[in-house]
């Protein structure tokens, strides 16, 4: 007797398709029509839609990576052509490469040394000088050592750099009741990034105080002031020097610091409250301050010494102001616009 063969036998017919993992592929045999035979028979009518997708994608990722290129490529030497022809005057840009900052200061410090001079301290001068100066630049940098001057408030003023190493600062000074400006020459070594004095500084004029236009004094609130005057005084006390009632003044919310004893107050000269509004006002004040010193202020308009005795200042503030019942509160204050009179 034959042996029944263990091996499961397929139920499809040899040459039947194979069936597919998507209903509606053209070689399921649930379909009507008979599937193509033949090695060079298409499978259905899937051909690699996707696949199409993802090639047309990736032409366009190409395209765009080349227009980037190519727009890159066209604008640098376009940039540096522009750079090469920007005239040598041209103030110092966030991208030129040049140490402003570092640069202004140390021009600065210079400055102080170089317009401060007395024919009776040579070498001190000289000495001061040296860590700004080239080697071999002349001990006095241009003074034939006789006369004196002083200078003061030295600040930066402008800078115009000229090139990647190379820059002329300009610092602002008051020598007696003249302000004026010095402009000097800097070099920047790179390599060590520091810098030297490159040729001989250029006193200027510096440009005169601008006019201020009149301004048209606006209407006042005086009921307000009136109401609102015994409470910044009592304020102002406080913020002088008693900072343990300070914060009784001070609005919900807010920490008000004062000057804890720094000066002395002494009058609350002027209260100005625009006319209109409600609980929150804007008000100025102007303020007399005692200056600290080793005497009380006095009224006396002639004082035997002047420097023994506690001076005046009159500071004015811009205060916001906002009401609580019958009660006013501070909310912020800070330093005033400008006044009516210029």
Excluded at 259 to 281: E, I, M, N, S
Excluded at 316 to 342: E, N
């Amino acid at each position: 007797m034959a042996r029944r063969s263990t091996v499961q036998r397929d139920p499809r017919i040899a040459g039947d398709p194979e069936l597919s993992a998507y209903p509606d592929f053209p070689d399921d045999p649930d379909l009507d029509r008979a599937p193509a035979r033949g090695r060079g028979a298409s499978r259905g009518r899937w051909s690699g839609g996707g696949g199409r997708w993802l090639v047309w994608t990736g032409r366009a990722v190409l395209w765009a990576l080349i227009v980037v290129i190519v727009v890159n490529g066209v604008r640098a030497p376009f940039e540096r052509f522009t750079q090469q022809n920007a005239p040598s005057g041209a103030v110092s840009t966030p991208g030129s490469g040049f140490p402003t900052v570092q640069a202004s200061a140390f021009a600065a410090q210079f400055a102080e040394v170089y317009l401060n001079f007395d024919g009776a301290r040579l070498a001190e001068r000289e000495s001061r000088l040296a860590p700004y100066l080239p080697e071999g630049a002349e001990a006095q940098f241009g003074w034939d050592g006789f006369g004196r001057m002083s200078a003061g408030a030295v600040q930066p003023y402008g800078i115009e750099v000229v090139d990647a190493d190379n820059a002329v600062v300009t610092v602002a000074y008051q020598s007696e009741n003249r302000r004026q400006l010095l402009s000097v020459p800097v070099y920047r070594d790179r390599l060590a990034e520091r810098f030297v004095v490159a040729g001989r500084p250029g006193i200027l004029p510096a440009p005169r105080a601008a006019d201020l236009p009149p301004k048209a004094a606006p209407e006042r609130d005086r009921a307000a002031e009136q109401e609102l005057r015994t409470t910044l005084e009592d304020f102002f006390k406080a913020y002088a020097g008693d900072t343990t009632s300070l914060q009784q003044y001070a609005d919900a919310g807010v920490t008000l610091q004062g000057f804890g004893g720094a000066f002395t107050f002494l009058q609350l000269k002027d209260l100005a409250v625009p006319a209109g509004g409600g609980a929150a006002r804007e008000v100025t004040a102007t303020v007399t301050w005692g200056v600290p010193s080793k005497a009380a202020p006095t009224v006396d308009p002639e004082p035997a010494d002047p420097g023994q005795t506690g001076g005046k200042l009159e500071q004015s503030y811009l205060l916001t102001m906002v009401k609580q019942g019958d009660k006013w509160f501070v909310k912020d204050i800070r330093g005033a616009y400008r006044s009516v009179a210029g």
